[in-house]
């Protein structure tokens, strides 16, 4: 919806203007800025509810006593309106920002109990003099801060904190290893050890001098009590989601891969709305999309389209994506390994020139409903624990082996090195995009150092903290702390909002992760079908065509574009700069890129990893 920004401190009006217009992207429509003694709010509005004068922000509340920003959409704002209303309080009750100072002045903190949807706001109250900030309970909406000598400062995106002269711009070395490894970084670190993130499900305080307080709000629902669903109480419980998100003062469309998810979410809007409205759908041209393991998503994505007679913009990429590498670094102020967010951003532009202000994803559907290959491979091997692990891991070499097609060989050779690694470790090392070796061997004698020394990480901690449940209760819940806030919703957010489009995901809600937690492992994962309740109910909706389709990401052909842009790679991965930083191994990584180039190995990945970091630093450090 918007960007905020703010300080707590000895800042001005002028740095927050600074910081505002560096993420003038995320709200085309509108700025605005509040200053006291203490402290300041900046923010960037996108319209999408109460398009009004009335909305714009920062917004005082509640007789002056409070001024807000706030970036996100609030669901269930007009029964929370109602509530308020009830008890006296005086706002604008089309607009959900409105409701958010009142809130917080009759319940405090325990408020965000109350929010259903996608948030980062700031709220500083000028009678207690301090700000209470919040992020939604699994971080759609982006929440950056640092501590610095003249005070707290946050936004909505990281490059908007470099405008402040005393932020501290060194690079956390553990946060380097966490982008290598797993192609994103989980928990709190950024690539700079002076800016943090706050946490998905939590909200935090700060005094007047500058004293933080950061508290959990929010958990993800894990159980040993279980109970079987019907396939029509998800169906319902979906439609109720889907018709809450649909709420909106400017038309909504959505993302169509002809996937299960996403064409879910399609039917849905189809029930609600009734009349068609718009769907986007990429593709690509060129043969590696088979070569690479990737179906054609227009062949499904038009027989949804037809079946539910909504409109299907088609979007084709031509080029080698590697072009566009500089902006999605910037964009996404991380540097992540993975060309999705490029489609994302392509497939809200196009939206945007058809006057689309806000898109439905099916972003959350895998991670929430075990839908990727991960689960299928967690919940076989909880069924079959009964087979000594020296044979099982023999079993899957030798197919390994045998396998003639790459993408099969590449997805074996990664079973294998999971089976391969101590029992205890394998859920985390499911998410291993860079193998612990060869990790290790690519690192410069800094990193090595951090390496040697690194305690437990962040998703190392939440796995401990998950042993009393089941396994695969144990990696979707590694799923909602880790790759889901952390890289795909993330992107989709960043994405998205440079292009001035808003995007929601239904599966992301917190009454669909309710219900899906609670099911028995029979009712996520059966043989090799995942996500067995949801597309069971489905099934009066969607074609067996449809719903029992081979998986398919959102991927791309990522080998065969770095290969054709080698020199480029080259350019950045052995440039003067990055040489003297040292950083990785310039032998190891060379043999890296040769070993791929010849297909001895596939490391497109962990070498994409290498070049968008030094992408990242050329662009957020050095310049």
């Given at each position: 919806?918007?960007?905020i920004?703010?300080y707590v ?15 003038a992207?995320r709200g085309?429509d509108?700025s605005g800025?509040?200053?006291c ?5 900046g923010h960037r509005r996108?319209s999408?509810?109460d398009?009004?004068e ?7 509340a509640?007789?002056g006593?409070y001024?807000i ?7 269930n ?5 109602a509530d308020?209303k ?8 089309n607009?959900d920002?409105?409701?958010l100072?009142?809130?917080y002045?009759?319940?405090g903190?325990?408020?965000?109990h109350?929010l259903d949807?996608?948030?980062?706001f700031a ?7 301090s700000l209470?900030?919040a ?6 909406k ?5 501590e ?6 946050f936004s909505s995106e990281l490059?908007a904190?470099?405008?402040i002269e ?8 553990e ?5 290598v490894?797993?192609l ?12 943090k993130?706050?946490l998905?499900?939590?909200f935090m305080?700060?005094?007047e ?9 929010y958990?993800?629902p ?7 669903k ?17 709420v909106?003062d400017v038309?909504?469309?959505?993302f169509?891969?002809?996937g299960v ?11 609600h ?8 759908c990429?593709?690509?041209?060129g ?12 062949f499904?994505?038009n027989?949804?389209a037809?079946?539910t007679?909504?409109n299907?913009?088609h ?6 994506f590697?072009?566009d ?8 102020d ?5 060309p999705?967010?490029l489609?994302v951003?392509?497939?809200c532009?196009e939206?945007?020139k ?7 994803s099916?972003s959350g ?6 839908g990727?290959?991960?689960?299928q491979?967690t919940?076989?091997?909880e069924k079959?624990?009964?087979i ?7 079993a899957?070499g ?9 993408y099969?060989k590449?997805?074996l050779?990664k079973l ?6 101590p029992k ?7 998410f291993?995009y860079?193998e612990?070796?060869?990790l ?10 951090a ?6 990480d ?11 449940f089941s ?5 979707l ?7 889901l ?5 993330n ?6 909002m440079a292009?001035?489009?808003e995007?929601r995901?239904p599966?992301?809600?917190?009454k ?5 937690f ?7 994962v059966?043989g090799?079908?995942?996500k ?6 489905f ?7 449809i719903?029992?389709r ?6 791309a052909?990522?080998r065969h574009w770095?290969?054709k842009e ?7 991965l052995f440039?003067?700069?990055a040489?003297?930083?040292g950083?990785f191994?310039a ?5 890296l890129?040769?070993n ?12 994409l990893?290498l070049?968008v970091?030094e ?5 957020f450090i050095?310049?």
């Open positions: 919806m918007c960007g920004a703010g401190g000895n800042f001005n009006e002028s740095i927050l203007k600074k910081m505002t217009d560096k993420i992207h085309p509108g800025h509040w200053v003694q203490e402290a300041g709010l996108l999408i509810i398009l009004s009335q909305a714009s922000q920062p917004m005082e509640v007789e006593r001024q920003v706030f970036n996100g959409e609030i669901y704002f007009k029964a929370l309106a308020l009830d008890k006296g309080y005086v706002f604008n009750e607009s920002t409105a409701i100072a009142p809130l002045d009759a319940y903190e325990s408020m965000v109350k949807g996608i948030f980062a709220i500083w109250d000028k009678q207690e003099k209470f900030a992020r939604d309970h699994l971080g759609m982006p929440f950056y801060y640092a610095t000598s003249k005070g707290f400062v490059k904190l470099l405008e005393q932020l501290e711009r060194e690079i956390d070395h946060a380097v290893l966490s982008y490894r797993y994103w970084c989980a928990g709190e670190h950024t690539m700079l050890k002076g800016v993130k706050l998905p499900g939590h305080t700060v005094s001098d500058c004293l933080c307080l950061i508290s959990k709000w958990d993800v894990l159980t040993q009590n279980h109970e079987e019907t396939p029509e109480e998800l169906l319902s419980l979906f439609d109720e989601v889907v018709a809450d998100q649909t909106s038309p909504v469309g959505a169509l891969s002809g998810d996403s064409s879910a979410i399609v039917t849905s809007m189809k029930k709305l009734g009349e068609p409205f718009d769907t986007f990429i593709g690509f041209e043969e590696e999309m088979a070569e690479e393991g990737f179906s054609n998503d227009a499904y994505a027989q949804v037809k079946q007679g909504v299907l913009h979007i084709t990429i031509q080029e080698n590697v072009h590498l500089k902006d999605m670094v910037y964009n996404l991380e540097p992540q390994a993975d999705a967010p489609f951003k392509r497939i532009k939206a945007k058809k006057g689309v202000k806000v898109m439905l099916g559907g895998d991670d929430v409903f075990s990727y290959r991960r689960h491979v919940a076989m091997l079959y624990d009964f000594p692990e020296k044979l099982q891991t023999l899957v030798v197919l390994k082996n045998l396998a003639h097609k790459k099969l590449r997805r050779s294998h090195e999971i089976l391969k690694s205890d470790k394998r859920l985390l090392h499911a291993y860079t612990p070796k060869v290790y061997s690519l690192l410069g004698a800094e990193l090595k150092q390496y040697d020394h690194q305690t437990a962040y998703l190392e901690k939440v796995l401990e903290s998950s042993k009393d396994s695969l209760d144990r990696q819940n590694l799923e909602l702390h880790g790759f806030p952390d890289h795909n919703l992107y989709t957010d960043k994405m998205s292009s001035g489009v995007v995901t599966f992301t809600s917190k669909i992760i309710d219900f899906a609670k099911l028995p492992l029979h009712q996520k059966q090799r079908e995942a067995w309740l949801l597309k069971k109910a099934e009066k909706r969607l074609s067996p065509e719903l029992y081979s998986k398919a990401g959102f991927g052909p990522v770095l290969l080698e020199e480029f790679v080259r350019s950045v440039s003067k700069q040489m003297i930083r950083l191994n032998a190891t990584v060379k043999k890129l040769e791929t180039k010849t297909g001895k190995t596939d490391g497109s990945y962990t070498i990893s070049l970091i992408l990242w630093i050329n662009m050095e310049n």
